[in-house]
């Protein structure tokens, strides 16, 4: 298979990239090592090339009731230049992707997983018959990147006409450079304070070399696959392929918030009465008790008996501890449940903890 390539590809080998794929793009998974840049974004700030991710923009007058059909969350009361994160369900209630919805002024722009592009940008125009709406595939147009960190407000305020500091958590704006326009948002998936940046896509060098270069002397260093994988999960952010997916619903993934259950929307009735009548399986972060190290598809036992499976699982930097999250019954749900999680053939024993497992204070801005 053909993999994708971003233009920054041959910047990325510069730097000392490892390359690997990706959703069916090769993308750099570590440079200087994930620790390093796991702890960078963290302690100071860190720039993530995420141009793989996809962008669809709706317009026209059934934009809103459009989009209040296809996805979770209610957008009815979104401010122009505000971010909202949503999941897109089947009409099982499974899940499509999850995805981010930004307003602006003139446009919806949704902002959908790299390995999910095609099929999701085929979804939507299935479901658009009947509505008076344009959808337009804008991934080619823009570069997006993202900044992350405590140090990031600062670092992209040198590079800045306007005072980033104004810019709100979930909020976002548009800008110029030169002639051309650009989108910042104070988003991001990491658990710390940040940005996502949408460039002219010519112009996505550009940027990561001017991001780069004001950062030097604070720290600041480019950030692979690896380190972004760790700083989601740490912050308990759920990825699309591990605790979500076709057979998995945003109830059962600790994603209710996510859903206005008082608005008709795609598998809406089969959330409601999860919501109303429980589920068979819950989402739970743990914490190894013995030495072992969960990893995704490991088989979570109890009593001898398999009754559920890790989605995601390492040992997390910040913390220090093997932590992982899986699906169990909701009986081994509760904090403080033990299950075993089988690694190697060898039960080890494992506890639920109240996630997120780490919490930013910064965030929420």
């Known amino acids: 298979m053909d993999l994708k390539r971003t233009p920054l590809y041959d910047t990325h080998r510069a730097l000392g990239a490892k390359m690997v794929e990706f959703g069916g793009w090769e993308m750099p998974v570590q440079y200087q090592g994930i620790l390093d840049e796991h702890r960078a974004v963290r302690n100071a700030a860190g720039l993530f090339d995420i141009d793989h991710m996809g962008q669809v923009r709706v317009t026209g007058a059934d934009a809103l009731k459009f989009l209040n059909h296809l996805l979770t969350a209610n957008f009815s009361d979104m401010e122009i230049n505000s971010a909202k994160y949503a999941v897109m369900c089947y009409a099982d209630g499974t899940c499509v992707d999850d995805t981010f919805v930004y307003r602006l002024k003139n446009e919806y722009m949704v902002v959908v997983n790299a390995g999910n592009r095609d099929k999701d940008n085929a979804w939507i125009k299935a479901q658009a018959a009947g509505f008076d709406i344009e959808l337009k595939d804008v991934s080619d147009e823009f570069y997006m990147l993202a900044f992350q960190g405590p140090k990031a407000e600062a670092v992209l305020q040198k590079l800045g ?37 949408f460039v002219p896509n010519a112009r996505g060098k550009e940027v990561w070399d001017a ?14 696959l690896g380190a972004r994988d760790s700083l989601r999960f740490e912050a308990k952010f759920a990825l699309y392929g591990h605790e979500i997916d076709a057979h998995t619903t945003p109830i ?51 009593n001898g008996n398999v009754v559920g499976v890790v989605t995601s699982g390492m040992p997390a930097p910040t913390l220090e501890k093997n932590i ?35 919490a930013n204070r910064a965030r929420g801005k």
């Open 161 to 197: 006409t306007f005072n980033v500091a104004d810019l709100q958590y979930r909020h976002a704006r548009e800008f110029s450079l030169g002639s051309e326009r650009g989108i910042i948002a104070r988003t991001g998936y990491t658990g710390e304070d940040g940005f996502e940046l």
């Open 211 to 224: 991001i780069l270069e004001a950062g030097k002397d604070d720290g600041v260093l480019p950030i692979g």
């Open 252 to 302: 059962e993934a600790a994603l209710g918030w996510a859903c206005d259950l008082n608005k008709n929307f795609i598998g809406r009735d089969v959330l409601l009465k999860q919501k109303l009548e429980g589920t068979t399986k819950k989402l739970v972060g743990f914490e190894m008790l013995e030495r072992g190290i969960a990893r995704a598809g490991y088989e979570i036992a109890s």
């Open 324 to 358: 992982g999250l899986g699906y169990v019954p909701p009986e081994l749900a509760k904090v403080g449940a033990e299950f075993d999680v089988i690694i190697r053939g060898k039960p080890t024993k494992a506890r639920v903890v109240k996630t997120p497992f780490y």
